[in-house]
C-alpha cells in the first residue's frame, strides 16, 4: 500500500468552527487530491496540488482551502464549518509520469 | 472536464464473468482511462488503467472500445470479494480525476 495517512479519521465539531484535515505521504509523490464523498454524487474533487506552494481548485471549492508547505503534507481547511460540509473526505496522491492514484483511509466528519 | 456514465448496479454470480461498461463519449485524445473500485469504508482501491490498448492484470481485464467512447472493466470470475463500488475515471492533461457514481456489484453466491 502507498505510504499515505490521514489525521483525524474521525472528527466531530460546531457549525462555524474552523477545522484542518492533513494528509501525509511517504512517496514522495508531487500531486496531491482531496476529495469529498456523499451518498449520491461518488468522490469530487475540492482542491489538489501539483507541487510544494501550487496548489488549485476543483469542481467543489468553495468553502475550504488548502496548503502545501511541503511535499509529505497537504493540509485540507474549512474556514468556518458548514452542516453541509459533513461528509467523508479522501487524500490522493500521484506521480505525473504513471498517473495513478492512490488513496488514503479517509476521514469521516460531523458537522452539527 | 471528462465524465464517465455507469450503471447505477449490477449483479453477478459467484465465479461467473462480469463486464462493468463505461461511457466516456467526451473523452480527448490524451485521457487516460483508470477504473477503481471501493470498499466500504475504504478509500478507492486502484484496478486497471488504459489508454487505447486493452490491458490485463492480475486483477481485471480493460477492453477500450477504437473510438475509445466506451470501455468494459471485466473481472473473469466474481467472487464474494469483489462486491463493491467500481468506478470508471478519467485523467485529464492537468493530471485531475473525475469520479462518476459508480457501479454497485453484487455478487449472489
Known amino acids: 500500500d502507498a505510504g499515505i495517512t490521514q489525521s483525524p479519521r474521525h472528527k466531530v465539531t460546531e457549525t462555524g468552527t474552523p477545522v484542518t484535515l492533513r494528509c501525509h505521504q511517504t512517496?514522495?509523490?508531487?500531486?496531491m487530491y482531496w476529495y469529498r464523498q456523499d451518498p449520491g454524487h461518488g468522490l469530487r474533487l475540492i482542491h489538489y496540488?501539483?507541487?510544494?506552494?501550487?496548489?488549485d481548485k476543483g469542481e467543489v471549492s468553495d468553502g475550504y482551502s488548502v496548503s502545501r508547505s511541503k511535499t509529505e503534507d497537504f493540509l485540507l481547511t474549512l474556514e468556518s464549518a458548514t452542516s453541509s460540509q459533513t461528509s467523508v473526505y479522501f487524500c490522493?496522491?500521484?506521480?505525473?509520469?504513471?498517473?495513478?492514484?492512490?488513496f488514503g483511509p479517509g476521514t469521516r466528519l460531523t458537522v452539527l | 472536464d471528462a465524465k464517465t456514465t455507469q450503471p447505477n448496479s449490477m449483479e453477478s454470480n459467484e465465479e461467473e464473468p462480469v463486464h462493468l461498461p463505461c461511457n466516456h463519449s467526451t473523452i480527448s485524445g490524451t485521457d487516460y482511462i483508470h477504473w477503481y473500485r471501493q470498499l466500504p469504508s475504504q478509500g478507492p482501491e486502484y484496478v486497471i488503467h488504459g489508454l487505447t490498448s486493452n490491458v490485463n492484470n492480475r486483477m481485471a481485464s480493460l477492453a477500450i472500445a477504437e473510438d475509445r467512447k466506451s470501455s468494459t472493466l471485466i473481472l473473469h470470475r466474481a467472487t464474494l470479494r469483489d462486491a463493491a463500488v467500481y468506478y470508471c475515471?478519467?485523467?485529464?492533461?492537468?493530471?485531475?480525476?473525475?469520479f462518476g457514481t459508480g457501479t454497485s456489484l453484487t455478487v449472489i453466491p
Open positions: 490522493a496522491i500521484s506521480e505525473p509520469t504513471s498517473g495513478t492514484p492512490f
Open positions: 496540488s501539483y507541487g510544494v506552494k501550487d496548489t
Open positions: 475515471i478519467l485523467r485529464d492533461t492537468g493530471n485531475q480525476f473525475y
Open positions: 512517496e514522495n509523490h508531487r500531486y
